[in-house]
């Protein structure tokens, strides 16, 4: 079986990779890339544990080809901090305990990632329409829902 | 060793405060490895083939096309996992469920499976075994299941517990019965009595990560697993006992975990990749589908419970009754019995009974989740409860503080109460502002109490002291929510040190001494113990060393706030030694320091809890809405508050979507319609309010800073709570969960209809 040949951008680096057909975007980035940040809950896209942002636009990677990555630019969990600079999503979810066992934590931050850059002041319930992609069955979503609060007052601050 | 478990009033340091845990920045740059991000040089990846059908014998299965299909390494079904498990009947069905045997007796019950060297491979090995299949009759409902009339799912089976062995067998495997005093006695005093039937569906813990291991089984007949579980030296235990190894041969290292809740406590498809590991040898990679996760891992009972309470005009309860049948799955379980139990424990009570009836059906094999079958219990009972206050003419709280267990009460389950929260929980809740707020149209408010055991267990934790003063934290528990950051707390209190100076890591099977499982609400509360048992022990070290450096008696040091002391005027003009300056010198008096602890950590103390409710119902749709929910419950003594208010906030959350939405649906056939995300909806961000929490502390006399276990409690009283806000908004008492919009919908018209 010939592979198809990909070359694209992933966090900022050109990337290139052969992949099947049949491969999703979510296999190639796991199984091929080494990139396990993005979790596979469902593989239906139904849970959001895959989120990735392909060209600004909010993406489950386990609906995506492979194959369709071909010249776009992908944004995995991987690439939001800045070298040993944690994203104020990623800290303030840190400081809001926002996550307990932290499976769909990576899925939630690219979700509230997309969300604060097209409305960077959002209401709780635009916040909750905002991550209602993404399932979380520990925290209740009462402390993501604060997380995404406080750190869209820091960024807008910045 | 002479440890003193119970608990002295202290100031604390570190305990309380609300720090950031120590596995945060993986978990938020997506570096944590979980169960499916582990791999191997040279794996295989593993893919099981489950059957169809809600009830087969398995008359022949024909794996020889899959097994010539190149790239394919191994194929095994039941004949590679021979019973090796010596009469050990609930070891046996656990290899059964693993492995159908004879019959495939659920909807998704594994055949058989392969190792291939890709997945594609894999899936079109599957499709190549043929399984013959005979048809037997099946049945999925719990009620329908109980009947004489319905097909047998094991015709071994003889229901136990009843007065005389019975002649026939049953899909009731087991008969239990708890309480005290005279029901028909209690009956009888009563100017009052409710009874009622109600029933709750099947729901799946909904771990949003799917089981998932790696096995690697090595010629020189050692192993090792990496796999994603609450309880790895379980695992170890099982697993080796199936595949007929020396547990010590097997290695089980614990990945981060995606979410349990009880339903990471048994081996699923672990056993099947050791399997097929040793017959390919090589590395096997085992990941559940999110399909097979439903049909096959999980669930919890399906319920159908009778109440019967009786009380006087003046609110006392004189009589309680209970009737429970529980789903198990097709292997016989305990789950009836402990709803049995935990049913009227909040409860004083002079006559109390309750009978639990043990089910089985074709469906998954019933496991733990989060206080099991405490909820749907909790339900029924505190539905009554509520519907006999208003007959009486009571406020809900009132009645339940005047009839509530104290300390020094018999519980209705045996044992007699030490200190308990279930008074100030209510008091709290009498007194919460939420009670008094005012509600709008088709809005009602309900309330509701839950009780929960707590377990203590085998507990094993190791505290070694770095020559840089850092110490590091091993412990056997798996970290389900956030306990390596209330262990490192508590490692900090007593060692008088500072937080950022601890470091607690989950051990592997090979690195540290048995541990239970993470379940019963355990792992701070046992893991706290044994901890607190280690740095003590390492502060005896401590203090030789400092004696040794100062070159005194020992008895003349003391531990304060992380430093030796030399008591006494002759030592005036010694100063102090902190942790970090002995820990310097450590190579040159004595070597490494370290304390170590081994304890069964008894005395866990019971909890409860109490929730109020605000639900709107549109009465043209039926559609539930939770518009204000608030938790109240004791945690003994909140290690680290947040992730207190986390597990009492997820238990919420996980009841709100059990009250309203989630439930198993089978088909006529017995094939489960809805095993996805999509059809199956947990509550969703948009679905829910923010959820508040009040920590209440009454503690623990049996553990030194007085902690309770706090996971479980929170998933108890929400079923009911929210049942008795639906029936106060819709004016009609629902009596099925879950209550989604056309049930509730039905129990509207047809008190319209009754009221015409």
Redesign the interface.
Known sequence: MAGIAVSTTINGDAVEYLC?P?ETLL?VL?DRLG??????????G??G?CSIILDDRLVCSCLVLGAEAEGRRVE???G??HGDT?HPL?QK?????A????????GF?IAAKDLLAKNPDPTE?E???G???????????????RAVQDAAIVMKGA | MNFDPRFSGRKFASVGTRPIRPDGIDKVTGRARYGADFNMAGQLVGRVLRSPHAHARIVKIDTSKAEKLAGVKAVITAADLPDLTDGDAAMYDVLDNCMARTKALYDGHAVAAVAAIDARTARQALKLIEVEYELLPHVTDVDEAAKHTAPLINDAIFTEGLEEKPVKPSNVTKRSQFGHGDVHQGFGQADFIVERSFKTEQTHQGYIEPHACVANFSSDGTADLWVCTQGHFVYRQHCAQLLGMEASKLRVTSSEIGGGFGGKTHVWAEPVALALSRKAGRPVKLVMTRDEVFRASGPTSATSIDVKIGARKDGTITAAEATLRYSCGPYAGSWAEIGAMTAFACYKLDNVKTVGYEVLVNRPKTAAYRAPSAPMAAFAVESAVDELAKKIGMDPVDFRIKNAAQEGTRSSYGPVYGPIGIGPTLEAVKSHPHMKAPLGKNQGRGMACGFWFNFGGQTCTDLNIGMDGSVSLAVGTVDVGGSRASLSLVAAEELGIDYSQVKAIVADTSSLGYNDMTDGSRGTFSSSMATISAARNAILILRERAAQMWDIAVDDVVWEKGHAIAKGEKHGNLGKLSLKEIAVESGKTGGPIAGHSELVADGAGVSFATHICDIEVDPDTGAARVIRYTVVQDAGKAVHPTYVEGQYQGGAAQGIGWALNEEYIYGKDGRLQNAGFLDYRIPVCSDLPMIDTQILEIPNPNHPYGVRGVGETSIVPPLAAIANAVSNAAGVRMTHIPMSPPRILAAIEAEREWSK
């Open positions: 099947q049949d296999d796991r990139l396990t940040g993005a979790k596979e809950g469902c593989g239906t139904d849970c544990a995995t969990i991987e939001m901090a944690l990623q979810f840190l400081e809001h305990a996550l307990q066992c932290g499976i769909c934590t990576p931050l319930e916040i909750r329409f991550l209602a992609g993404n399932l979380c069955r520990c925290t209740g979503y009462d402390k993501i829902v």
